[in-house]
Nanobody
């Protein structure tokens, strides 16, 4: 069983920053991909950023240049540094881990950006 626990969400003013963390526990295959997704009210869940086991990142166009995904394999933790936040970044942010054809999701953390 794999568990993901997110933290770091909250309320911030536009232009501010937040750092999300997602710690994974359980039986985790060494080669895994990690990702952050978000879901705003009334919208579908969308990809924000992903990072491979080798540390190669990719981002949604809407966050490129503002968000940075990173990982600490020794801690089984992935981070999302979010800078220059905008009201449209408001959503519940979920982390995901994928390996051997399986996906696991965290419970989500709320990020609210006020204008």
């Amino acid at each position: 069983q794999v568990q993901l626990v997110e933290s770091g969400g909250g309320l911030v003013q536009a232009g501010g920053s937040l750092r999300l963390s997602c710690a994974a526990s359980g039986t985790i295959f060494r080669f895994n991909n990690r990702g952050w997704y978000r879901q705003a009210p009334g919208k579908e869940r969308e990809l924000v950023a992903i990072i491979t086991s080798g540390g190669y990142p990719d981002y949604a166009d809407s966050v490129k240049g503002r968000f940075t995904i990173s990982r600490d394999n020794a801690k089984n933790t992935v981070y999302l540094q979010m800078n220059s936040l905008k009201p449209e970044d408001t959503a519940v942010y979920y982390c995901r881990i994928s390996f051997l054809g399986d996906d696991y999701w965290g419970q989500g953390t709320q990020v609210t950006v006020s204008s």
